[in-house]
């Protein structure tokens, strides 16, 4: 059973950083692109960025160059490195082998950043 553990979130300030972890257990990691998504407040959840087993990313622009997707296929963990924080951030963070369309989601992490 494919299992995503997220964790990291919290409240930070306007400008502040944080730094998601996602446990994956249940399959061969690396060979899936794994990627975050988040989900604002009463809006639906959206691709933030993902990352290939070899490490290539991409990155949806409104958080390109402030996010950093990043992996460790030894640990079967996936990363979220988010600087300087704005409150369009504030979300329902999720991570998830990319191609699994029908995977059940995790329970998030929130993130919530005040002004």
């Known amino acids: 059973q494919v299992q995503m553990v997220e964790s990291g979130g919290g409240l930070v300030q306007t400008g502040g950083s944080l730094t998601l972890s996602c446990e994956v257990s249940g399959l061969i990691f690396s060979i899936y692109v794994m990627a975050w998504y988040r989900q604002p407040p009463g809006k639906q959840r959206e691709l933030v960025a993902d990352?290939?087993?070899?490490?290539?990313?991409n990155y949806v622009d409104s958080v390109r160059g402030r996010f950093t997707i990043s992996r460790d296929n030894a640990k079967n963990m996936v990363y979220l490195q988010m600087n300087n924080l704005g409150p369009d951030d504030t979300a329902v963070y999720y991570c998830?082998?990319?191609?699994?369309?029908?995977?059940?989601w995790g329970q998030g992490t929130q993130v919530t950043v005040s002004s």
């Open positions: 998830k082998p990319r191609d699994l369309l029908n995977l059940p």
């Open positions: 990352i290939t087993g070899r490490g290539k990313t």
